[in-house]
């Protein structure tokens, strides 16, 4: 029983790297779609260790390595493919002119500072209850949700942002930096039902679904960005009040 996490835990790096695979086939939209699968199994493997009680050392750094694949790498290499895309590129070549071969490969710092979160995350005590930086299964659920979108929203106002070279490009140097960022996040766990003490995930959870019933697949990245700012406000606002 006490393996069962771990098992879990082991298909979300399958997830990871089947992602992986389609995003290099530059099929995004499946690369996308295992990231999400991958968001699933990481959510129940916690889940799993918290009611058989089966927490581990081993099942610790094993999440952490899942997730540096499925929500760090993966989520770099969609971007570095919608890089190539925007620059009307097939094929990566060190032969292309040099501010193409930067800005292209430029989408790994996302995988860099997504190993630099989880290593922070691991060593951190005061990330039991929330969160220091962005958590990188929000931020590659962030990146994710761009192929679903040009793949359902072609030739509207969204695919033509996605697929712009300088969005690309501000996408990894600002999500670089969350991840890393002293900003509070709340966690999504709920420990009881008491709308006093979870008021912000009610509220959040509340946006989250009236959203998504009226934008569909648009709505995922404006609800990580809600996530954002909800959570800067509650940290330098709403808590420094409470003091």
């Known amino acids: 029983m006490r393996h ?9 790096i399958i997830a990871g790297s089947i992602s992986v695979v389609f995003a290099l086939e530059n099929n995004l939209l499946l690369a996308s779609l295992f990231i999400f699968i991958g968001a699933i199994f990481d959510f129940l493997d916690g889940m799993t260790a918290r009611l058989l009680k ?14 540096m ?4 790498l993966a989520p770099s290499v969609i971007v570095f493919s919608l890089i190539l895309k925007s620059f009307n590129i097939d094929n990566f ?13 430029s989408a790994f710092l996302i995988a ?11 060593i951190d005590t005061r990330q039991t209850i929330s969160f220091i930086g962005l958590p990188t299964p929000a931020n590659a659920i962030f990146i994710a949700s761009f192929p679903l979108i040009l793949a359902f929203n072609e030739n509207t106002i969204f695919s033509s942002i996605i697929n712009n070279i300088y969005f690309l490009t501000a996408i990894v140097l600002t999500q670089s ?3 890393v960022s002293k900003i509070e996040m709340f ?25 998504f019933i ?16 909800l959570s800067f406000v509650n940290s330098y606002f709403v808590k420094r009040k409470q003091y």
């Open 54 to 67: 089966a927490y581990s050392e081993i099942g610790k750094q094993l999440d952490s390595l899942a997730d």
């Open 187 to 211: 966690s999504l766990k709920f420990k009881t039902l008491n709308f006093k003490e979870n008021k912000l995930r009610f509220v959040f959870l509340s946006i989250s679904i009236i959203m």
């Open 112 to 122: 860099v500072f997504s190993g630099l979160r989880l290593a922070k995350f691991n």
């Open 93 to 105: 070549s060190f032969d292309l002119p040099i501010y193409q071969i930067f800005i292209s490969l």
């Open 177 to 179: 930096y969350l991840l």
């Open 4 to 12: 069962i996490p771990n098992f879990i835990t082991s298909l979300n």
């Open 214 to 229: 009226l934008l569909k697949y648009v709505s995922i990245p404006l609800i990580i960005i809600i996530y954002i700012i």
């Open 69 to 72: 694949i499925s929500f760090g």
